[in-house]
């Protein structure tokens, strides 16, 4: 029999997360007719909505040697397909899958009755409130919630107890490189120092800048210094970079009136030294007669 829950998930957002999914072991093992059981491993599908990719590997060794000589000690939660046979894991993965490692056949569970919505932020505030997500893994968690349930970013603040301002900033990361995500990933670049590169817009640059930011073990000021600097050199090399049409009626003018010629934002400007000098310009250009 799947355990109901007894208030939705908006009254507990603001509470630490664990105990809640304590609460639900403890109340069920108490139950006669609890809905605790031992499942075969092979039966639980992993969570859909698992915001976390990467596992600590010697962890889990640790976790599956505990496994292995006293057992599961705490039951993981599930939920029953909505097609087909088995369940699908809602809480618990490090003991599903270190209860794999350990090769036991099965795992004590808990089935509940959530629904997507449940399962898709229980398991984002499980890992968030357990600090087990990188920054990009959390940037596609609060991604994958706007996306499917419709948050605004004020929304998602509010029920993960951080501000708007962070909330946007943790989604901006998704806009680095795969190559720099990666970095940051595997924790050889940290959020400090992926929010710095985001100054600058160019990928190549964004990448070349990650790469000698890990080889050189580069601080934040010194990466915001260095993308500040290739930013400059770039708007430089921009500006230089002109038209050659344009350049040529540029210079032409410039033969033309004996003085400084620009062109710019769609704007002609000429140059002039003095009343004597403006009246020779618009003399040649035929405003006024000599």
Do not use: H, W
């Not at 003095?274 to 035929?286: F, H, S, T, V």
Request: proline share 3%; glycine share 6%; hydrophobic share 35%.
């Amino acid at each position: 029999m799947a355990k109901k829950l007894k208030k939705g998930l908006n009254e507990i957002f603001g509470e630490d997360i664990d105990s809640f999914l304590d609460d639900i072991s403890n109340s069920s093992s108490k139950n006669k007719g609890n809905s605790q059981s031992e499942l075969k491993v092979k039966d639980i599908r992993p969570n859909p909505y698992q915001p976390r990719k990467e596992f600590d590997e010697q962890g889990l060794k640790e976790l599956a040697d505990s496994i292995r000589e006293n057992g599961v000690f705490q039951p993981i939660l599930v939920r029953k397909r909505k097609t087909g046979q088995g369940y699908e894991l809602v809480a618990g993965e490090r003991r599903l899958r270190a209860s794999k490692l350990a090769g036991k056949d099965s795992i004590p569970a808990i089935v509940v009755d959530f629904n997507d919505k449940q399962m898709m932020e229980i398991s984002l505030l499980e890992n968030i409130q357990r600090k087990d997500l990188t920054p990009i893994e959390e940037a596609e968690a609060y991604d994958q919630l706007i996306r499917k349930l419709g948050y605004t970013q004020d929304e998602l603040a509010k029920r993960i107890g951080k501000s708007r301002s962070n909330v946007t900033n943790i989604l901006r990361l998704l806009n680095l490189p795969g190559e720099v995500k990666k970095l940051v990933n595997d924790g050889k670049l940290a959020y400090t120092q992926a929010r710095a590169l985001l100054a600058t817009e160019d990928e190549e640059r964004m990448i070349d800048l990650a790469r000698q930011t890990v080889k050189e073990g580069l601080s934040v000021k010194e990466l915001e210094k260095l993308c500040s600097e290739k930013k400059k050199k770039l708007n430089k090399k921009k500006e230089k970079k002109k038209d050659p049409f344009v350049a040529d009626v540029i210079d032409r003018l410039q033969k033309k009136f004996g003085t400084k010629v620009e062109i710019k934002n769609k704007a002609l400007s000429i140059s002039y030294t003095d009343n004597e000098d403006l009246n020779r310009i618009l003399e040649i250009i035929g405003v006024i007669e000599d």
